[in-house]
């Protein structure tokens, strides 16, 4: 039983930081794709960071040089720093795993329950 828990949410002024965690239980960290999506109201969910089992990291153009995706294997968990925050960067955050395909929503089997960023 795979299971996947967002952490690390909340309420940010405008060029402020978070930290999300995700911490995943019966699931290998090094196993297919692993990610960060986003959902904002009224829109699809986007990639903004993936890292695929040879490491190799990928993102979002509008996240690149702000987020930064990394991963404690010894702790099962995958981070996302998320630095000058902007407010089209509010919106539901979701860690994802089982991906087949880094930056494709509909490629991965396992998610999160997500946890809110607001960016005001």
């Known amino acids: 039983h795979v299971q996947l828990v967002e952490s690390g949410g909340g309420s940010v002024q405008v060029g402020g930081s978070l930290k999300l965690s995700c911490v995943a239980s019966?699931?290998?960290?090094?196993?297919?794709?692993m990610g960060w999506f986003r959902q904002a109201p009224g829109k699809e969910r986007e990639a903004v960071a993936t890292i695929d089992k040879d490491g190799t990291l990928t993102y979002a153009d509008d996240v690149k040089g702000r987020f930064t995706l990394s991963k404690d294997g010894a702790k099962n968990t995958v981070f996302l720093q998320m630095n000058n925050l902007a407010p089209n960067d509010t919106a539901m955050y979701y860690c994802a795993a089982g991906g087949s395909l880094p930056l494709m929503a509909s490629r991965y089997i396992y998610w999160g329950q997500g946890t809110q960023v607001t960016v005001s």
């Open positions: 019966g699931y290998d960290l090094s196993y297919n794709c």
